[in-house]
C-alpha cells in the first residue's frame, strides 16, 4: 500500500488561490496538505480597508476549514500593503481580533520592500507586537524582497538584533542561496519559496547540501496566490533526496515551527 505522506506549503496567500484557483482547493486536499496563508493584500488605500481585508481573509480561512481543507494564517502588514494613515501606534489594535483566534499563527507578513523609513517604523512595530502579550506565543514571519535581495536581507536582519529574543519563533522568508547563511547564523528559522519565478529545486538541494547541519531550521513554500506552483507537492512527493529530508523540508520543519497539532 502507497502511503500519501503529509505536507505543509508553509507560506501562501489562501484568498488568492481562492479567487484565482479555486479547483486548487481540492486538489491541496487530495494531496493532504495544509497551508500557512500569509497575510497581502493589493489596493490598500486606508486602515479602515486594510482592516476589511483582513476580516475577509480570517472569513475565508474559517470557511475553507470548516469544508475540510487544514489550513491557518498569520496577520500582518506587508510592506507593500501599508495604509497610508496607518501609524505604528495603531498597529496592535488593527491585530487584535486576528492574534486572539486560534486559527492565526502569528504576525506576517511583514517586512521590507525598499527599506525606506516608512516601511522600518511599521516592522518595527510588528516585531514589538510579537514581543506583546497577543502574539507571545505565536510566531513571526518576516518576508525578504526578490529586488536587492542580499542587501535588504542585511538590513532587515540588523533590524533584528534587537529582536535576537525572538528567534526560536520568527522566520526569515524567500531565501536564497545568498542569504540564507546569513539567516541561519543569526538564529533564526528559514524559509525558501520553491517556484519557477523564485527558487528552483535544483537550487533547493543544492541550498541544503550545503547547510546539511541546519536543514531542521528550513521549510519549503510556494507563495502560491494569484499564481499558483506545484512545486512543494511535486518535490515532496519525488525520491531526489533521502526521505527524512524531504520530510524535514516540507513537513516536519513547518510543524515545529508553527507548533501545529496532530
Ligand atoms: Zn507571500
Same mark, same amino acid.
Given at each position: 500500500m502507497t502511503t500519501t505522506p503529509p505536507i505543509i506549503d508553509? +507560506?501562501? +496567500?489562501l484568498d488568492l488561490i481562492v479567487r484565482h +484557483?479555486?479547483?486548487?482547493i481540492p486538489w491541496l486536499k487530495a494531496n493532504h496538505c495544509t497551508v500557512v496563508s500569509w497575510a497581502y493584500f493589493e489596493g490598500v488605500d486606508s486602515v479602515a480597508r486594510f482592516s476589511a481585508c483582513l476580516d475577509q481573509k480570517a472569513a475565508c480561512v474559517h470557511t475553507q476549514a470548516a469544508g475540510g481543507l487544514n489550513c491557518y494564517y498569520l496577520a500582518g502588514v506587508h510592506p507593500r500593503s *501599508?495604509?497610508?494613515?496607518?501609524?505604528?501606534?495603531?498597529i496592535a489594535a488593527l491585530l487584535a481580533r486576528a492574534l486572539d483566534d486560534p486559527r492565526c499563527l502569528g *504576525?506576517?507578513? *511583514?517586512?521590507?520592500?525598499?527599506?525606506d523609513v516608512r516601511e522600518k517604523e511599521i516592522l518595527y512595530a510588528q516585531l514589538e507586537l510579537g514581543r506583546s502579550k497577543p502574539a507571545r506565543t505565536k510566531v513571526v514571519g518576516v518576508h525578504t524582497p526578490r529586488a536587492n535581495k542580499p542587501a535588504m536581507t542585511a538590513q532587515t536582519l540588523t533590524m533584528l538584533e534587537d529582536f535576537s529574543d525572538l528567534k526560536e519563533r520568527l522566520v526569515v522568508d524567500h531565501c536564497t542561496h545568498h542569504t540564507i547563511a546569513q539567516v541561519l547564523d543569526a538564529g533564526f528559522w528559514a524559509g525558501i519559496t520553491l517556484s519557477p519565478v523564485k527558487t528552483s529545486w535544483d537550487e533547493m538541494k543544492r541550498i541544503v547540501a550545503g547547510e546539511s547541519a541546519r536543514f531542521g531550521r528550513i521549510m519549503g513554500n510556494t507563495?502560491?496566490?494569484?499564481e499558483f506552483f506545484e512545486d512543494v507537492v511535486r518535490c515532496r512527493r519525488g525520491?531526489?533526496?533521502p526521505e527524512p529530508l524531504l520530510a524535514s523540508l516540507f513537513h516536519d520543519t513547518a510543524k515545529r515551527f508553527y507548533r501545529l497539532p496532530g
Open positions: 508553509s +507560506h501562501v +496567500h +484557483h479555486p479547483q486548487r *501599508i495604509p497610508p494613515d496607518l501609524t505604528p501606534e495603531a *504576525i506576517g507578513e *511583514i517586512g521590507l520592500e525598499t527599506g507563495d502560491s496566490g494569484s525520491h531526489d533526496l
